[in-house]
């Protein structure tokens, strides 16, 4: 598509976000903003998926770990068409209703997983990845098309870089070569302490590769769209391994006030 026309869908991915956080008065925005045009590439343009069946047992799956950010993936739904209106977005932490502060895969269709402590989504996504491949070895045959032939992508923060249990899931990737299992690693140095700096400066990009990840780093998250693309085509390629695409990000992008703060 045109540059202007995805910067649109973009900013709305921002906008509804931010609009659900703000007439709930409660929620992250900062998550959602940065990363919207990640999203965009993945949802777009990447994803095989189909919000009239959103059961369909071979589409790609998708978890955000970093689930307090859940109004991204709730924009995301909306405006892909699944049952998810716009008074549904209006309705964000309200009691009762379909959008819950975090995603809850009973509440809400087409969320796969319920997520929000930090680190549990990548490991449901290790478990999405490997289910795959099981699948994948025991029902397709040389002779006819694959039944089972899906990705699984999961958008993680640094919160779930620094809990134990991501490095746990992700070091049993590794060893098992899930090659369709596609992390995207949200690199926005901002954790619920503050700045990383104070507490998490480690090479995250070298830990995965020790564990058996092909890692890719995408310098500017913020507006290098071609360049997120260019990375989930190489994850693709890459079959022999899982993926972590580092991307650069600033939490709260477009914000005048809220960019890069915690």
């Not at 976000?17 to 709930?24: L, N, P």
């Amino acid at each position: 598509p045109p540059l202007p026309q995805v910067e649109k869908c973009i900013n709305a991915i921002r906008f509804l976000s931010i609009d659900g956080v703000e007439k709930a008065k409660s929620g992250h925005p900062g998550l959602p903003m940065g990363c919207a045009p990640m999203s965009y590439v993945l949802w777009n343009e990447a994803m095989t998926h189909n919000p009239a069946d959103p059961k369909w047992v071979n589409r790609d799956r998708f978890v955000l770990s970093a689930g307090h950010g859940s109004m991204l993936q709730y924009s995301l739904l909306h405006l892909c068409g699944y049952d998810l209106g716009i008074e549904d977005l209006q309705q964000f932490r309200q009691w009762g209703s379909k959008t819950p502060g975090h995603p809850e895969n009973f509440e809400t269709e087409g969320v796969e997983v319920t997520t929000g402590p930090l680190g549990t989504g990548i490991c449901n996504a290790v478990g999405m990845a490997a289910a795959e491949k099981h699948l994948a070895a025991r029902f397709n045959k040389p002779d006819c098309e694959p039944v089972i032939d899906h990705y699984t992508y999961c958008i993680m923060g640094d919160g779930c870089n620094m809990e134990g249990v991501s490095n746990e899931a992700a070091s049993l990737a590794g060893h098992w070569g899930l090659g369709k299992l596609i992390a995207l690693y949200d690199d926005n140095h901002i954790s619920i302490d503050g700045h990383t700096d104070i507490s998490f400066t480690e090479d995250v990009g070298a830990r995965y590769e020790a564990l058996g990840w092909h890692v890719i780093h995408v310098a500017n998250g913020n507006t290098d769209y071609d360049a997120i693309r260019a990375a989930v085509e190489e994850a693709k390629s890459v079959t022999d391994k899982p993926t972590l695409i580092k991307i650069t990000t600033l939490i709260g992008y477009g914000s005048p006030h809220k960019a890069d703060t915690h």
